[in-house]
């Protein structure tokens, strides 16, 4: 099993970016997708998820409004559409799969982790 996360990079305060995030050598369907970031001496946390069967999702309340995670299960890949972005949300962002049909944000339930993206906003 692989995930690829791109489309990382450098953007000013206030601008938007998307990553992508493409799975191979797993049943896509059968996954619930998430994204979490970490920063430079801080912990993975949890940003958003979103489930297949009925394409549920969650969001950390930091991110809320401003950040839309979709899917496209045709193509096993997961999208998070950043907008808004402030030099908080400066991390390394990650995404997850994990079995079951509700998006979670508990980062044991995840199984498989793609290699990560950088994502720096300049104030």
């Known amino acids: 099993v692989q995930l690829q996360a791109s489309g990382g990079g450098l953007v000013e305060a206030g601008g938007w970016l998307r990553l992508s995030c493409t799975a191979f050598g797993l049943t896509f369907k059968d996954y619930q997708m998430g994204w979490f970031r970490q920063a430079p001496g801080k912990e993975r946390e949890f940003v958003a998820s979103i489930s297949w069967k009925v394409s549920m999702t969650a969001y950390a309340d930091s991110v809320k409004g401003r950040f839309i995670i979709s899917r496209n299960n045709g193509a096993n890949t997961v999208y998070l559409q950043m907008s808004g972005l402030i030099p908080d949300d400066t991390a390394v962002y990650y995404c997850?799969?994990?079995?079951?049909?509700?998006?979670?944000?508990?980062?044991?339930?995840?199984?498989?982790w793609g290699q990560g993206t950088q994502v720096t906003v300049s104030s």
């Open positions: 997850g799969a994990s079995r079951g049909t509700l998006p979670t944000g508990t980062i044991t339930e995840y199984m498989y």
